[in-house]
């Protein structure tokens, strides 16, 4: 809009220059105003760095909303693992907020079955490595979201006055039960069964065989008195106080001991699982998981 155009919208008429100069100081004041109340945004975005900037802010804002979202992740893990878990647990959850850890404690064996059954789960944390390769092998585990994780050592613990020190006192009389896991679900129980039978006690022994569903049974059934001595790994002996660790079983009796992780093909929350993965295998977790026994795979 021009001078003479706003001055005719204002009902003044340029009959007289004196006219026109004793209406200039009020045709500043407007035009002024009229500056003035512009809308930012529609001044952003006549500016195409600024405009930039305002669409990077609400894009930035959509994501934060998007990544608030929560999400629960299910995560089928070893018993065995059941205290470190614990400590993780709320170490990871209070720095991500928006991330729930529904953990589904079990014997490896038990948990590759409900896996492969179709039950849900995002995470698969072993403790064994023939039950993680059933799933790679079965396409039910992503080859390349896969690990050895870390390692573990067998021990046989028994009431804190026994006598026991050695394998070979098994063999004695007064030991009337003998706890174990189940050796085709509970890896603890197979690496028994092959230190037992390295041994050449398996045979001799099966009667007086106690077998627990998963390695936290076995433990309790010594803790109870319903044995007089189980197999388990070290990493559980260590969070009991009513047991002894006998005696550690010669690690080249029985197959060594690994827990590998992986991400399970059917998982929805990719995303969450991955950040989850790969944060158990930092040097924060893998302190944590040292704390328990545990030692990082090499």
């Not at 390349?144 to 613990?157: C, F």
């Amino acid at each position: 809009m021009n001078n003479r155009t706003f001055l005719r919208f204002l009902g003044i008429r340029r009959t007289s220059g004196q006219a026109a100069v004793r209406w200039l100081p009020l045709l500043a004041l407007l035009l002024i105003l009229s500056a003035c109340g512009a809308k930012p945004v529609e001044r952003a975005a006549s500016d195409p760095e600024t405009a930039g900037q305002v669409s990077g802010s609400v894009s930035s804002a959509a994501a934060d909303r998007a990544d608030a979202e929560p999400v629960t992740l299910t995560i089928s893990a070893a018993a065995s693992l059941t205290d470190a878990l614990g400590e993780i647990e709320r170490t990871y959850e209070a720095s991500h907020p928006y991330v729930e850890l529904d953990f589904n404690f079990g014997a490896s064996g038990a948990l590759q079955q409900q896996i492969e059954q179709g039950a849900p789960a995002d995470l698969f944390l072993s403790a064994s490595s023939r039950n993680m390769q059933a799933l790679l092998d079965g396409g039910l585990i992503d080859a390349k979201q896969e690990t050895d994780w870390l390692t573990n050592t067998l021990v046989a613990v028994a009431p804190n006055d026994s006598p026991l020190s050695k394998i070979e006192d098994l063999k004695s009389s007064e030991i009337k039960h003998i706890a174990i896991g189940i050796p085709d679900s509970v890896p603890a129980g197979k690496y028994a069964q092959e230190a037992l039978t390295n041994a050449g006690l398996w045979d001799s022994l099966q009667g007086r065989l106690v077998q627990g569903k998963d390695v936290r049974q076995v433990l309790q059934y010594t803790e109870t008195g319903n044995a007089d001595v189980g197999f388990v790994y070290k990493t559980d002996a260590l969070t009991s106080e009513q047991v002894k660790i006998a005696f550690d079983v010669d690690p080249d009796s029985y197959s060594p001991i690994l827990y590998p992780i992986g991400i399970v093909q059917a998982t929805r929350h990719e995303e969450a699982a991955l950040a989850f993965y790969d944060y158990l295998q930092t040097p924060e977790a893998l302190q944590v998981l040292s704390g328990f026994g545990f030692s990082a795979a090499q």
